[in-house]
Every structure is written in structure tokens, then in C-alpha cells.
């Protein structure tokens, strides 16, 4: 079984960083795409960033020039760094990877459970 850890959230104050790390354990053939989504009270989940098997990244515009998506292929492993933090990046942070799982070559959508960050005075 598969499974993908989040970790780093918290609450934080305006113009402060966190860290948020998404571990993915388990029978794991190849990772394709990591990324990060959001979802903040009465709104629907959106994309924050994501990094392609090959590096390359993309960003929501809202957090462009803040936000920073790493990967680590070598512990199944995504970033986020989030710095200069706003009151509306709060919201319940989900990682998100496509990956092979076991012997199979079907790509599989995994979640993980989500973690909460708050942006506050």
C-alpha cells in the first residue's frame, strides 16, 4: 500500500515561511508529476504548484515569486517553501503525485491527507 505523508503546517504570521514536505512510502514503480494544492473555506481545491518528472515547475499566480516546489527522487519526496506568507494562503494544503505503483504501468492519482496552514496576527 501507498502512502503519501504531509508534514510542516502550522500557524504562521503575515510575512513568515513555512516548510511543507510530502513523503511517499510504499510500493512505488516511478513518480511522474508532484504538486500542491489548496483549499481554503467555501472554495473549491486549486492548484498552488507543480514539478515535472524532468524539473520543470509551474505556479499559481498568486504565489509566484513566494512559493518555491522542490523534489527529492531519491526519498520519494516534495517540497514547498512558502515564504512572505499572506492571510490568504490559508487553507488546507493536499499533496498530489502521479505514480506507477508495484508492478503495474497504469498511472495512479494519490493524495495525501492534507495539512493545515494559517496565516494570522
Known amino acids: 500500500q501507498v502512502q503519501l505523508v504531509e508534514s510542516g503546517g502550522g500557524l504562521v504570521q503575515p510575512g513568515g515561511s513555512l516548510r511543507l514536505s510530502c513523503a511517499a512510502s510504499g510500493s512505488i514503480r516511478s513518480l511522474d508529476t508532484m504538486g500542491w494544492f489548496r483549499q481554503a473555506p467555501g472554495k473549491q481545491r486549486e492548484l498552488v504548484a507543480r514539478i515535472f518528472s524532468g524539473g520543470s515547475t509551474n505556479y499559481a499566480d498568486s504565489v509566484k515569486g513566494r512559493f518555491t516546489i522542490s523534489r527529492d527522487n531519491t526519498k520519494n519526496t516534495v517540497y514547498l517553501q512558502m515564504n512572505s506568507l499572506k492571510p490568504e494562503d490559508t487553507a488546507v494544503y493536499y499533496c498530489?503525485?502521479?505514480?506507477?505503483?508495484?508492478?503495474?504501468?497504469?498511472?495512479?492519482?494519490?493524495w495525501g491527507q492534507g495539512t493545515q496552514v494559517i496565516v494570522s496576527s
Open positions: 498530489n503525485v502521479r505514480a506507477q505503483l508495484g508492478g503495474s504501468f497504469y498511472w495512479s492519482d494519490l
